[in-house]
């Protein structure tokens, strides 16, 4: 099925998807992808405005994933918000919105698993079993679809950035995986569609996540190398905030995620927390 309105086209099924990037190749033109779940925010907006800057035609896919989201998790609750997703895609000049349905994405008699392993089971992967399992194989088969040149993901993810960079690297596919930075509140909280889960008393709460790893960055900066001194000086601030469930802060290579003692080659602090019933991730660059 196809509709068009304001230039944007909504596809909704795989042959009207196929059918239109044959066109837009046939046209000359180059595709950008970026694929999200939709409740979009600035975060997702500025993607799309890096594709376009990027590439010639952008398309954006909104699919709640079920496969990524355990047992228990937020998978009912997660927003959808269709109406003002599609608004601000055309305001953003996204070309074609793919947004299928569950039995599009996996047909009856669906059976393939996309492991990257062991990035897969470390960091969140330890806190969400099978979640990276469930987004391998989701951005498996929408990169599959797609066959954009570029494909954009936001540094917030920055274990999801890795592990796709792997999969696309290990499966040889022809696309290059573009990462973008975090785009941040003005009190330094990354934007994510779960920020809309947390009561005002969290909100205030979760500036610590980032202020926690800003001051370990400072300190990066300063000259102190040592993995576990910053990570102490992170969650000191985020404890101090009255952050206490915290499931990890680590510091890791930034090329492999691979645990680091002494920073010797670019890092990257990482953490995820739970605020109130919320889990919220966050990373900073150590370069
Ligand atoms: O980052 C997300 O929004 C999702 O994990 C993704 C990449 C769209 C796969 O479902």
Redesign the pocket.
């Known amino acids: 099925m196809q509709s068009e309105e304001n230039d944007m086209v909504i596809l909704t099924d795989r042959n009207a998807l196929r059918a239109w990037v044959a066109q837009q190749r046939s046209s000359g033109h180059t595709l950008g992808f970026v694929?999200?779940?939709g409740a979009l925010h600035a975060g997702h907006l500025h993607l799309v405005d890096q594709s376009r800057a990027h590439t010639d035609r952008t398309v954006v896919?909104i699919?709640?994933?079920p496969t990524?989201f355990g047992p228990g998790e937020d998978f009912d609750r997660y927003p959808r918000i269709p109406d003002q997703d599609q608004r601000l895609l055309r305001q953003g000049g996204c070309h074609a919105l793919f947004y299928p349905d569950v039995a599009t994405i996996y047909p009856e008699g669906f059976q393939t698993t996309v492991r990257v392993e062991p990035l897969g089971s470390d960091l969140c992967g330890r806190e969400r079993p099978g979640h990276f399992q469930?987004?391998a194989t989701?951005?498996t088969v929408?990169l599959n679809l797609v066959k954009a040149d570029k494909a954009f993901?936001?540094l917030k993810?920055y274990q999801?950035f890795v592990i796709?960079r792997q999969l696309v690297r290990d499966l040889s596919m022809d696309v290059a995986i573009e990462g973008v930075p975090t785009v941040r509140e003005e009190d330094g909280l990354a934007m994510s569609?779960r920020n809309r889960y947390l009561s005002i008393e969290d909100r205030r709460r979760a500036t610590a996540i980032s202020a926690g790893l800003a001051a370990a960055r400072t300190a990066f900066m300063a000259g102190e190398r040592e993995a576990g001194r910053l990570e102490a000086i992170a969650r000191r601030i985020m404890v101090e905030a009255g952050i206490h469930r915290i499931q990890y802060i680590s510091v890791r290579s930034a090329s492999t995620l691979l645990p680091m003692k002494t920073i010797d080659s670019e890092g990257v602090i990482l953490t995820a927390v739970k605020v109130g019933s919320t889990r919220l991730i966050d990373n900073m660059l150590l370069m």
């Open positions: 694929p999200t779940m896919s699919f709640v994933n990524q469930g987004v989701v951005v929408l993901f936001g993810d999801q796709i569609s």
